[in-house]
């Protein structure tokens, strides 16, 4: 489900996906050195503004992040200086001018403990549905490496929700594997996609809090999935 959302909705604490697109579609990134250039820019401005990532992704003309800030408007200065700054880097290696980002970036709230995952994965799994690559672990720019094989990856905060996941962080990235074995279905990814590209909150009314509108009485909880009860923590 999606909540409508008039203006910017950045509250701290609230992980949100982030997707910022090269201006007219263009690439961003045509060598490794420049996606290394973006990750060192990215872990300075994360640090600078006290966000948290949690997950991320680097394709040729676009980013796809998820990311949680400590304080409100973090997210939002942190994606105005790292676009800047890397853009900056970029003209003056190329002898370049003019802007390489397509206005301001998407944000998309996430206030759904189940759609945190399945906007992780959704993240980690775009090289393969772009027939990039045929499995998540065999594109080195994203975070896949680190939440599903292990390999420490210092620019990453794992969420409490992943944290969830296991014990150990070995059980944990056992567990997210296991999550990559069923398709993703249409109708979450046509969710997350509605979501960002409308700047809407992404909520589930199974494990959404509901929000009191003003005059109406807030509705009662449904009640959640056993399934999903292992996910159950306070966002």
């Not at 992704?57 to 800030?69: P, R």
């Not at 290696?93 to 403990?113: C, D, K, V």
């Not at 799994?125 to 680190?146: C, K, M, T």
């Not at 809090?209 to 909880?221: C, D, L, M, N, V």
Request: charged share 25%; proline share 6%; net charge positive.
């Amino acid at each position: 489900m999606i909540e409508p959302m008039r203006k910017r909705y950045a509250p701290r604490q609230i992980p949100h996906h982030l997707v910022h697109r090269g201006n007219n579609r263009c690439y961003v990134f045509q060598m490794d050195e420049q996606r290394m250039s973006y990750l060192s820019c990215l872990s300075h401005a994360s640090k600078k503004y006290r966000c948290d990532i949690h997950a991320y992704i680097l394709m040729d003309n676009h980013v796809h992040l998820l990311a949680t800030a400590a304080v409100d408007g973090g997210l939002s200065r942190m994606m105005q200086w790292l676009g800047a700054r890397y853009t900056t880097s970029l003209n003056e290696a190329q002898g370049r001018t003019g802007t390489l980002w397509e206005g301001r970036f998407y944000s998309s709230p996430i206030t759904s403990e189940r759609y945190f995952l399945i906007c992780q994965r959704y993240i980690e799994l775009n090289p393969v549905r772009a027939r990039l690559v045929g499995h998540a672990s065999e594109f080195a720019w994203s975070s896949y490496a680190h939440n599903a094989l292990g390999r420490l990856n210092p620019l990453l905060t794992e969420h409490e929700i992943y944290r969830c996941l296991g014990p150990t962080r070995q059980t944990r990235c056992e567990a997210y594997r296991a999550l990559f074995a069923a398709s993703m279905q249409e109708t979450d990814l046509a969710t997350i996609r509605m979501a960002i590209h409308s700047r809407k909150v992404l909520c589930d009314p199974l494990d959404a809090k509901p929000t009191p509108r003003r005059g109406r009485p807030a509705k009662q909880k449904p009640e959640s999935d056993p399934a999903d009860a292992q996910l159950k923590i306070r966002l």
